[in-house]
Structures are given as C-alpha cells and as structure tokens.
C-alpha cells in the first residue's frame, strides 16, 4: 500500500496545473508528449486572452470613460495586454470620443 501510494505521487510530481479560470486544470507534462501539452496549453491562454479582450475592451457612443478605463485597467492587471496594448486602447477611446 504504502509503494502504491509513493508511486502515484512521484508520478504526478512533474503535472502542469493550470488555474484562474472557473475550474482549475491538471495535465500530465509526458502525455502524449510535453511539446503537444504545452503547445496546447499555450493556445488556450491565446483564446482566452483575445476573448477577454473582445469583450472588455470594446466600447461605443454609451461606455463611460470611467467604465472603459476600469476594463483596460483589469485587462492590463492581469497580463491580458501589455502596457503598449493599453497606451494603444486608450488613444483610441480618446480619439473617438473627440469626434
């Protein structure tokens, strides 16, 4: 029993949890290979951000400024976009809202 259970810990020792969402994930970092796991990892991080970004870095004639900045300042603590993405979104909100 007691090899049992140390071999089911040391198999898991080198698993890749990923966390932040709704529900946290565990991948095993050898199956079926660690290049397609983080591969696949790294893709999910990609849709999550551009949806997070579609949907929260949007604006038209009805989001307030205090609004919208509160978004892009969320997305931007969290590591969603960069200081450059930021600087970027909030030029454009700027502009728009002068025209």
């Known amino acids: 029993m007691l090899i049992a259970i140390i071999a089911y810990f040391k198999q898991h020792q080198d698993d890749i949890f990923l966390v932040g969402g709704q ?3 565990t991948f ?3 199956i079926p290979n660690e290049h397609d796991v983080l ?4 893709k999910t991080r990609n849709e999550v951000k551009a949806y997070l970004k579609e949907r929260y870095a949007v604006f038209d ?3 307030t400024e205090l609004d919208f900045y509160s978004r892009i300042n969320w997305l931007r603590e969290k ?3 960069s200081p450059a993405e930021f600087a970027e979104y909030k030029t454009n909100f700027d ?3 002068l025209l």
């Open 23 to 25: 529900i946290n994930l």
């Open 28 to 30: 095993y970092r050898a």
């Open 39 to 42: 591969e696949f990892i790294e």
């Open 61 to 63: 004639a009805t989001t």
């Open 79 to 81: 590591e969603v976009i």
């Open 95 to 97: 502009t728009q809202r």
